[in-house]
């Protein structure tokens, strides 16, 4: 971390704004292994699923989404095995509202199960084909029996977004009156905005007592924006992928998601999130989806500064231009040199490699590193900048 030795470290406090909400209201449902591999192509075995489970209950996280049980035998024997650790953590599978989805999922040794059913009439009449009455009895029959083997119970309601809020909300009282834990509302498509998804959640927190959920799609590039639109609305629950993986664009990230909350909130969800940045680059490599150099919060540009006006301010005063210290997700601030690099930031780049700059033309050198920068369309590794120094 680049630390001014005059100025103290501390950043400006967005929640002073507008939040009101404290940690205990908020639980982080990660769904990395079940909705993050549901992105096209991403396959995770069971080690790397066991290594995911304990990263994730390790730093903080208090419920895993696990899997589907109903799809076979090799998912119901990767769920037994992440029963098995005995994690400090919820495991919930998502079902079908069937029987025997459930069943599967009490055979693996789960406890706790997410019931999901169709809920919008796009997709009751052109996907499921059956009617509203149908998903009532179904979503009726699945709790009950549920209930009767003492499970803790979420109702997913997918394509929620695009359904008629007056059905959404019978099947909130059906949930309510059979015993579900909570409401899970989905944004399947991801076509909701912040100020929508405000008055959806808005809605279903002052219809029930139930908790509510939000799990939130990226299609339009909102999914974390909606998740946090929906804490202030009353959700208790979100739900997120590490690395927003998931199907189409993505679901919410849970890094984005986290760090928003607590930055932007003053909601701080317990989760240690120095272990960020590794973990992003461990299930990017599981998922051969390699964590991009510009992604929120994890990405190695995300504190990397190349500019000579923002270099000098970050040498004189991180926060100048980083709105938290980067080792709050494991990483660290780099100063890079290139075309945009200025006096400051090339001397301080000097200097830390031990450089001596004193027979050194510094505005000649300057115009060299602008010249190659230039010429080959990247910044300038450091032993380019060293041997440059050499043959100055």
Known sequence: MLNSTDVPDKRFNYSDI???????????????LRDGEQTPGVVFSTEEKLNIARWLAGIGVTELECGIPTMGRSEQESIRALVDLNLPARLLTWNRALEQDIQASIDCGIRAVDISLSTSD????????????????????????AARHNLYVSVGAEDSSRADIGFILELLRIAEKEGAARFRFCDTLGVLNPFTTYAWVAELRNATKLDIEVHMHNDLGMATGNAIAGVHAGANFISTTVNGLGERAGNAALEEVVMALKHSCNIDTGINTGEFAALSTY?????????????????????????????????????????????????KSQLVVGKHSGRSGLLHKLKHLNIDTSCLDIDQLLHQVRHLSATHKSALRDKD???LCRTH
């Open 122 to 145: 796009i997709h009751i009449q052109n996907k499921i084909r059956k009617s509203r009455s149908w998903v009532k009895k179904q979503l009726r029959t699945a709790l009950r029996f």
């Open 385 to 387: 900048l060293i041997q």
């Open 18 to 32: 507008y939040s009101n909400r404290n940690a205990a209201q908020v639980c982080i449902s990660d769904t990395t």
């Open 283 to 331: 299930v990017g490599e599981a998922s051969n989806h390699k964590v991009p150099a510009w992604k929120a919060v994890v990405g190695k540009q995300v504190f990397s500064h190349e500019s000579g006006l923002h270099t000098d301010g970050v040498i004189k005063y991180p926060a100048n231009y980083e709105g938290f210290a980067p080792e709050e997700v494991g990483l």
